[in-house]
Protein backbone atom coordinates (compact mmCIF):
# COMPACT_ATOMS: atom_id res chain seq x y z
CA UNK A 1 0.00 0.00 0.00
CA UNK A 2 1.02 3.71 -0.51
CA UNK A 3 0.33 6.41 0.89
CA UNK A 4 0.41 10.05 -0.55
CA UNK A 5 -0.19 13.40 1.38
CA UNK A 6 0.15 16.49 -0.77
CA UNK A 7 1.55 19.91 1.16
CA UNK A 8 2.34 23.49 -0.49
CA UNK A 9 -0.74 24.94 -1.57
CA UNK A 10 -1.76 28.34 -0.94
CA UNK A 11 -2.89 31.80 -2.56
CA UNK A 12 -0.93 33.77 -4.93
CA UNK A 13 -1.31 36.26 -7.14
CA UNK A 14 -0.99 35.92 -11.52
CA UNK A 15 2.30 35.57 -12.37
CA UNK A 16 3.49 33.95 -9.10
CA UNK A 17 5.22 30.56 -8.39
CA UNK A 18 4.37 27.82 -5.81
CA UNK A 19 5.88 24.26 -5.43
CA UNK A 20 3.79 21.24 -4.68
CA UNK A 21 5.41 18.16 -2.58
CA UNK A 22 3.99 14.96 -2.60
CA UNK A 23 5.51 12.57 0.15
CA UNK A 24 4.88 8.86 -0.69
CA UNK A 25 5.30 6.42 2.20
CA UNK A 26 4.31 2.29 2.26
CA UNK A 27 6.52 0.95 0.39
CA UNK A 28 9.55 1.35 -2.13
CA UNK A 29 8.69 3.83 -4.64
CA UNK A 30 11.04 2.77 -7.40
CA UNK A 31 8.26 0.79 -10.11
CA UNK A 32 6.38 3.69 -10.14
CA UNK A 33 4.88 6.36 -11.86
CA UNK A 34 3.96 9.68 -10.02
CA UNK A 35 1.17 11.99 -11.49
CA UNK A 36 -0.58 15.19 -10.59
CA UNK A 37 -3.98 15.91 -11.28
CA UNK A 38 -5.95 19.48 -10.33
CA UNK A 39 -9.83 19.81 -10.53
CA UNK A 40 -11.27 23.58 -10.16
CA UNK A 41 -14.61 23.94 -8.71
CA UNK A 42 -17.56 22.28 -11.34
CA UNK A 43 -15.58 20.87 -13.46
CA UNK A 44 -13.66 17.57 -13.73
CA UNK A 45 -10.52 16.32 -12.22
CA UNK A 46 -7.69 17.17 -15.12
CA UNK A 47 -4.30 15.37 -16.11
CA UNK A 48 -1.35 17.88 -15.10
CA UNK A 49 1.97 16.11 -15.48
CA UNK A 50 3.33 12.63 -14.48
CA UNK A 51 7.10 11.52 -14.04
CA UNK A 52 8.82 8.05 -13.65
CA UNK A 53 10.58 7.41 -10.73
CA UNK A 54 12.44 4.67 -12.62
CA UNK A 55 14.15 6.50 -15.40
CA UNK A 56 12.89 9.75 -14.88
CA UNK A 57 10.60 10.53 -17.70
CA UNK A 58 8.07 13.58 -17.59
CA UNK A 59 5.15 14.27 -19.40
CA UNK A 60 3.09 17.58 -18.89
CA UNK A 61 -0.39 18.97 -20.26
CA UNK A 62 -0.79 21.41 -22.83
CA UNK A 63 -2.20 23.54 -21.02
CA UNK A 64 0.72 23.52 -18.27
CA UNK A 65 3.73 22.63 -20.57
CA UNK A 66 6.79 25.85 -20.10
CA UNK A 67 4.98 27.08 -17.31
CA UNK A 68 5.04 23.85 -14.68
CA UNK A 69 8.09 20.85 -13.86
CA UNK A 70 7.53 17.93 -12.12
CA UNK A 71 10.35 16.52 -10.57
CA UNK A 72 11.12 13.95 -7.82
CA UNK A 73 13.58 13.38 -5.17
CA UNK A 74 14.47 9.77 -4.65
CA UNK A 75 16.20 9.54 -1.43
CA UNK A 76 13.15 11.63 0.06
CA UNK A 77 10.79 9.37 -2.22
CA UNK A 78 9.07 12.58 -2.67
CA UNK A 79 7.42 14.40 -6.07
CA UNK A 80 6.90 18.04 -6.64
CA UNK A 81 5.47 19.83 -8.77
CA UNK A 82 7.01 23.74 -9.37
CA UNK A 83 4.42 26.65 -10.77
CA UNK A 84 5.50 29.08 -12.51
CA UNK A 85 4.16 31.81 -14.05
CA UNK A 86 0.37 31.18 -12.11
CA UNK A 87 -2.98 31.95 -13.74
CA UNK A 88 -6.13 32.20 -12.41
CA UNK A 89 -7.07 29.43 -14.61
CA UNK A 90 -4.70 27.34 -12.43
CA UNK A 91 -7.14 27.67 -9.50
CA UNK A 92 -7.65 24.44 -8.19
CA UNK A 93 -7.18 21.23 -6.17
CA UNK A 94 -4.31 19.84 -6.77
CA UNK A 95 -3.45 16.12 -6.14
CA UNK A 96 -0.86 13.77 -6.90
CA UNK A 97 -1.34 9.90 -7.77
CA UNK A 98 0.90 6.87 -8.14
CA UNK A 99 0.70 3.66 -9.85
CA UNK A 100 3.23 0.80 -10.46
CA UNK A 101 4.83 0.45 -13.67
CA UNK A 102 6.88 -1.91 -14.92
CA UNK A 103 7.03 -0.80 -18.96
CA UNK A 104 8.84 2.59 -18.64
CA UNK A 105 6.07 3.79 -20.24
CA UNK A 106 4.84 7.55 -18.68
CA UNK A 107 1.37 8.68 -20.75
CA UNK A 108 -0.97 7.89 -18.04
CA UNK A 109 -3.00 10.52 -18.05
CA UNK A 110 -6.63 9.18 -17.09
CA UNK A 111 -7.73 8.87 -13.41
CA UNK A 112 -8.57 5.19 -13.47
CA UNK A 113 -5.09 4.90 -14.13
CA UNK A 114 -3.98 5.31 -10.75
CA UNK A 115 -4.61 3.45 -8.16
CA UNK A 116 -3.41 5.64 -5.13
CA UNK A 117 -4.29 9.14 -4.47
CA UNK A 118 -3.64 11.90 -1.92
CA UNK A 119 -5.76 13.90 -0.35
CA UNK A 120 -5.43 17.28 -2.21
CA UNK A 121 -3.95 20.63 -2.02
CA UNK A 122 -5.93 24.02 -2.77
CA UNK A 123 -3.94 26.19 -4.90
CA UNK A 124 -5.61 30.01 -5.52
CA UNK A 125 -4.49 32.36 -8.17
CA UNK A 126 -6.40 35.94 -7.77
CA UNK A 127 -6.30 38.48 -10.42
Known amino acids: QVQLVESGGGLVQAGGSLRLSCAAS????????MGWFRQAPGKEREFVAAISWSNYRTYYADSVKGRFTISRDNAKNTGYLQMNTLKPEDTAVYYC????????????????????WGQGTQVTVSS
Open 97 to 116: AARLDNSGRIGYTAEYEYNY
Open 26 to 33: GRSFSSYV
